[in-house]
């Protein structure tokens, strides 16, 4: 069955250094999503992408954070200058369209020190 | 406007047993409603899902029941097994809109 990757699985930054997530979404999906989920608390979105723009943002996705697809397969988050607060579990998702099931990566752990 | 509540926060069953989850939403512009089951290290995976026109819908051991009057629905795990020890988030998804609304989620032990 298809699934979405995520690389790394885990990712340790000193705080204010930069840092990107990558994700390879089901290829033949159109929509693109990141949440992210801090220790023990409910998933959060974050960012929703489509037709190479952001089609919907949360209010935790400020000018620190930058969505972007380079090629054909890749979708990547950028947090430019990295706070002990943006540490937490970082999910990318994808879905055929919109109001359909969206289907979730194992996650990046990010460790902001 | 936008949460959505999930209860109960943690719930034990003997295997065999029915496992149930309730979620409530106040905005009406919720279309469509999934729910997820995470292991741990793991992202939520899609386990079933409904959308309003339909009061029931069951996949397997999985049930969900939907009361739109009440603006509540509920997943029923029937003859729950050991396997079944997980978290359960409760999603809702607005008409024509891409941002899943997290419940708070559910941590299922399923005792054998």
């Known amino acids: 069955e298809p699934e979405v990757t995520q690389t790394p699985s885990h990712q340790v930054t000193q705080m204010g250094q930069e840092v990107i997530l990558h994700c390879v979404p089901i290829?033949?999906?159109?929509?693109f999503y990141w949440y992210r989920q801090i220790l023990g608390q409910k998933v959060e979105f974050l960012v929703s992408?489509?037709?190479?723009?952001?089609?919907?943002k949360s209010e935790i996705f400020d000018d620190q954070f930058s969505v972007e697809r380079p090629d054909g397969s890749n979708f990547t988050l950028k947090i430019r200058s990295t706070k002990l607060e943006d540490s937490a579990m970082y999910f990318c998702a994808s879905s055929e369209g919109v109001v359909q099931p969206q289907h979730f990566g194992d996650g990046t752990r990010l460790s902001i020190l | 406007q936008q949460q959505v509540k999930q209860s109960p926060q943690s719930l034990i069953v003997q295997k065999g047993g029915i496992s149930i989850i309730n979620c409530a939403y106040e905005n009406t512009a919720f279309d469509y409603f999934p729910w997820y089951q995470q292991f741990p290290g793991k992202g939520p995976a899609l386990l079933i899902a409904?959308?309003?026109?339909?009061s029931e819908k069951k996949e397997g051991r999985f049930t969900i029941s939907f009361n739109k009057s009440a603006k509540q629905f509920s997943l029923h795990i029937m003859d729950s097994q050991p396997g079944d020890s997980a978290t359960y988030f409760c999603a809702a998804i607005k008409a024509a809109g891409n941002k899943l609304t997290f419940g708070g989620g559910t941590r299922v032990l399923v005792k054998p």
């Open positions: 992408f489509y037709n190479n723009e952001i089609s919907e």
């Open positions: 409904i959308r309003p026109d339909v």
């Open positions: 290829s033949n999906h159109l929509y």
